[in-house]
């Protein structure tokens, strides 16, 4: 099995996006959205083999934020509530994933503070949020919250 193959596999089991249409699901549309919001909202690594590590990140609003956190609406209609074009002020952690072999190399980090830098440019934000799936992505938006200096909020699972 190549990397994609191994990484779509990843994404399947970690987050079961095929049973849950609640959940975004990256496919053409939503990539075309996803770069008319920023280019930077989705990144990877990858070796000769293929990637090794995906990020997606998705610049919105403070009030899509708070809807999202309070469980107002689900992942999907984040995006869909995500106004375009807009000045942004909160950036949703939405994913991240890194082949097992990669792991604990900051390869994640440093893809989604590049990421961050990128949007930052065009976007005060003011609020970083994820969905608490597990430890690792928790460790991870609390890094990110600490490097850039901006509140961390959290959707319980």
């Not at 970083?128 to 938006?141: H, N, P």
Request: hydrophobic residues 40%; proline residues 6%.
């Amino acid at each position: 099995m190549d990397n994609l193959q191994r990484m779509i596999k990843l994404a399947d089991e970690f987050f079961g996006m095929r049973n849950d249409p609640a959940q975004i699901s990256v496919g053409e549309s939503t990539t075309e959205k996803l770069k008319m919001i920023h280019p930077a909202t989705m990144s990877e690594e990858r070796t000769a083999e293929g990637p090794i590590a995906w990020i997606l990140v998705i610049p919105t609003t403070r009030t899509v934020m708070e809807q999202f956190l309070t469980k107002q609406i689900t992942e999907r209609e984040l995006l869909e509530r995500t106004p375009i074009p807009a000045s942004y002020d909160a950036l949703y952690l939405c994913s991240a994933l890194v082949l097992p072999e990669y792991r604990g190399k900051g390869i994640a980090r440093r893809l989604a503070a590049s990421a961050i830098r990128s949007i930052q440019k065009d976007h005060p934000l003011r609020d970083l949020f994820y969905w608490g799936f597990s430890r690792e992505g928790s460790k991870l938006a609390s890094a990110l919250a600490a490097e850039f200096g901006l509140p961390l909020h959290v959707r319980a699972s």
